[in-house]
């Protein structure tokens, strides 16, 4: 058997990323005193799900596995989505309520603009 040979390439790697917004940002518990767990948009979510957990999302900021580009993006929606008078909100998959649940970011490599 040959010998498994390890990508040169750690990072920034792939062309699409799929993010879910949910209504609560998930905590470690020695962060669960530091927050305000009370509800309400500061509260909100956009990033990816806690290992084996449906309904439990971290906030992302930045990913280190989507180009530069794709987190510009991500930096900018995370900006302004949480804005209460936009009348978004993340979905609820206990209650079934709310309206927002995935952000799919895709780049192409060979582009003539990178997307």
């Known amino acids: 058997m040959k010998p498994i040979v390890p990508c040169d390439i750690q990072f920034h790697y792939r062309n699409k990323m799929e993010f879910s917004f949910g209504p609560y940002k998930w905590l470690p518990k020695e962060l669960l005193h530091e927050g305000n767990v009370d509800g309400g948009s500061e509260n909100y979510a956009l990033g990816l799900h806690v290992p084996g957990f449906f309904d439990k999302i971290i906030n992302v900021d930045k990913c280190l596995l989507q180009t530069d580009p794709a987190n510009k993006v991500l930096a900018a929606i995370q900006e302004c989505w949480r804005d209460p008078q936009l ?25 003539r603009y990178e997307i």
């Open 87 to 111: 009348g978004f909100s993340p979905y609820n998959v206990h209650s079934h309520v709310g309206f927002l649940k995935h952000l799919m970011l895709r780049s192409g490599k060979y582009l």
